[in-house]
């Protein structure tokens, strides 16, 4: 069970702190829920203790530093569809997971594609370009809340650590 103060990640919202623990509806018998509030958004939620919904720490400063120095030995590997269904699909499982390792896969996969699609003249194509603003939302917002440091400002960072290496 999470503290009043801690830091959390929820499902698709990303970052929250827990606000307060509460029974919903306010009488002994009621649910037992937390009330969270949204770090990078105007966003305030009231779920079950035992919800369904992925509710996990935020990572480490040490776990999220490991995670950037391990960026530059993935092996990227991008997932091409016509079907915009299965292309959906194939990255909603990704978001889902709820998962560092998983959004920065997933995130370097849409860079890859963005790239080759530049190289061919190309744009990104649409549901390409909507999961890596929800991946690069989750992810960054993650890593500023575990490194400390603004959320425009995490790109640059990964880009600097990955320099020194």
Do not use: W
């Not at 849409?110 to 649409?126: E, F, M, P, Q, S």
Request: charged share 30%.
């Amino acid at each position: 069970m999470f503290n009043i103060g801690d830091l959390v990640v929820y499902g698709v919202s990303g970052v929250c702190r827990v606000e307060d623990i509460t029974r919903e509806p306010d009488d002994a018998e009621g649910v037992l829920c937390y009330v969270i509030k949204s770090l990078f958004q105007e966003l305030t939620i009231t779920t079950p203790v035992d919800t369904k919904i992925t509710m996990r720490p935020v990572i480490s400063k040490e776990e999220a530093e490991h995670l950037i120095s391990k960026i530059s030995e993935n092996d990227v590997k991008t997932f091409n569809s016509r079907e915009f269904k299965e292309l959906d699909t194939h990255y909603r499982q990704f978001v889902l997971r709820n998962s560092v390792p998983d959004l920065i896969e997933l995130t370097m996969s849409i860079y890859a594609k963005r790239r080759d699609a530049r190289n061919a003249k190309k744009t990104l194509g649409v549901v390409d370009a909507k999961y890596k603003k929800i991946a690069e939302s989750l992810l960054y917002g993650e890593l500023a809340t575990a490194l400390n440091v603004e959320k425009a400002e995490v790109q640059s960072y990964i880009a600097e650590r990955l320099k020194e290496m």
